[in-house]
């Protein structure tokens, strides 16, 4: 089946600095990524959707600045949380859709485990 | 915002009994989702049910959807312990917008 690889895994980071998370689609073309948010024993919240080539569109509440989205190919979208601070901690989760049908699953990335000190 | 709503929250049932998890969304849908997460990790897709299909079934699950209700079910029939995950419904209209979630807890 088709892989979203997504990279780090994990990573602790001090607050302030800047951290990108990295989604690839490794075996087909994504016009369309999603990122989310997943606080403990919560569901995942949309924080955006990713479209290759243009702007991402953030959905209400989430700060465009602070989360920034790139889109730049059709194989790759990075999320790049700035400035981070302890209350960004969280788990942060990727998904794509194969661009050649757009109304089937959608595939997931293994997440990454954000923690800011 | 999150659209679905799920019941239950959490359930626990032993080794071999089906479970029952429920799912209601508020607008339109192009299809909708089934995923499964294990703690801390991704989720896996497990079924997707078109808003013109009423009942899907993959393996020892099996799902309904009925969109004049909004709802959906997903039935685990011959639980195992392995079953023991979170289960999210997904409502597919132009983003994947997910359900609260139920914990299921499998006991062996």
């Given at each position: 089946g088709a892989v979203v690889s997504q990279h780090p895994s994990r990573v602790i980071c001090k607050s302030g600095t800047s951290v990108k998370i990295e989604c690839r689609s490794l075996d087909f073309q994504a016009t369309t990524m999603f990122w989310y948010r997943q606080f403990p024993k919560q569901s995942l919240m949309l924080m955006a959707t990713s479209n290759e080539g243009s702007k991402a569109t953030y959905e209400q509440g989430?700060?465009?600045?602070?989360?920034?989205?790139?889109?730049?190919?059709?194989t790759l979208s990075t999320l790049t949380v700035t400035s981070a601070h302890p209350e960004?901690?969280?788990f942060?989760?990727?998904?794509?859709?194969?661009?050649?049908?757009?109304?089937?699953?959608?595939?997931?990335?293994q997440g990454t485990r954000l923690t800011v000190v | 915002s999150q659209?679905?709503?799920?019941?239950?929250?959490?359930?626990?049932?032993q080794e071999g009994e089906n479970a029952t998890m429920n799912c209601s969304y508020k607008t339109s849908i192009n299809n909708l989702q089934w995923y499964r997460q294990n703690s801390g990790r991704g989720l896996v897709h497990l079924i997707l049910i078109r808003s013109n299909e009423r009942e899907k079934h993959s393996g020892r699950l099996r799902v309904t959807l009925d969109t004049s209700k909004k709802s959906s079910s997903l039935l685990i029939t011959a639980s195992r312990a392995a079953d023991t995950a979170s289960y999210f419904c997904a409502t597919d209209g132009n983003k994947l917008v997910f359900g609260a979630g139920t914990i299921l807890r499998v006991k062996s």
């Open positions: 989430v700060e465009k600045d602070k989360f920034l989205i790139n889109h730049a190919s059709l960004d901690s969280s942060y989760i990727c998904s794509a859709r194969d661009r050649t049908n757009l109304r089937t699953e959608a595939f997931f990335g | 659209q679905g709503e799920e019941d239950p929250q959490a359930l626990s049932i």
